[in-house]
C-alpha cells in the first residue's frame, strides 16, 4: 500500500516539474515574435462622449488601444515610408458623417530590428473620432463598421500585418431628448482640431 500510495506523489512531482518548464518555455516563445496565428496584439474598447446624438449635431468617440507588454506598434505616420502605419478606416454610412480620425503622438524608440529611429504606440494609446448625426438621420441605434490596421512588432522582429474589426455605436435620439456627457476624463485628453461639442 505504502509502493502504491508513493506512484501518485512522484507522478504529482513530474508533473510539476514539466508544468514549470512549459511555463518557462512561453516567454521565449513570444519574445521571439509568435502568436497564436488567429490572436491579436491589440485590443480596442470604444467609449461616446455623450449618450446620446441628435440629428445634425455631432458626437466623439474614443478607440482605446491596449498593446499587449511586450510589444508595440508603429504610429499613424512612421519616419521609415516602408513601415506599416497604424490606420483607422471607418465604412461609409448614409446616416452619419465622419469629420476627424485624431491620432495621438507616438514615442520615438529604437529597436534592433531597425537602425533608424522610430515612433510607436506601447502599452496604451486613445484615437480620437468626430461623428456627425445627419440632419435626416433616424433615432435608433447605428453601428459604424470600422477596422483598425496595424503591425505589431516586439525589440527582434514584427508579425505580419492585421486587420482588427471595430464596431462604433452612435445612438441617435429624437430632437427632443436630453443627452447627457460621458468620459470627459478621457476626451479632455484627446487633441481634436475640429470644434465640436
Known sequence: MKKAAAIPIIACILALILAGFSRADFPS???AGRTPQDDQVVEAQVLL???GVKPGETLKAAVLLRI???????DNAPLDEFLVPTTLTIA???????LETCFPPGRRARFSYSEAELVVYEGEATLGIILRAKPGAAPGLLKLRASLGYQACNDI??????????????????PSQACHDL???V???ISFKTTAK
Open 92 to 98: 461609409d454610412n448614409p446616416e452619419v458623417d465622419v
Open 183 to 185: 468620459h470627459q476624463d
Open 49 to 51: 462622449s455623450r449618450d
Open 68 to 74: 499587449q507588454p511586450g510589444y508595440h506598434i508603429n
Open 157 to 174: 522582429s514584427c508579425l505580419p500585418p492585421k486587420e482588427l474589426p471595430i464596431q462604433i455605436p452612435v445612438p441617435v435620439v429624437p
Open 29 to 31: 516563445v513570444f519574445s
Open 187 to 189: 476626451f479632455s485628453k
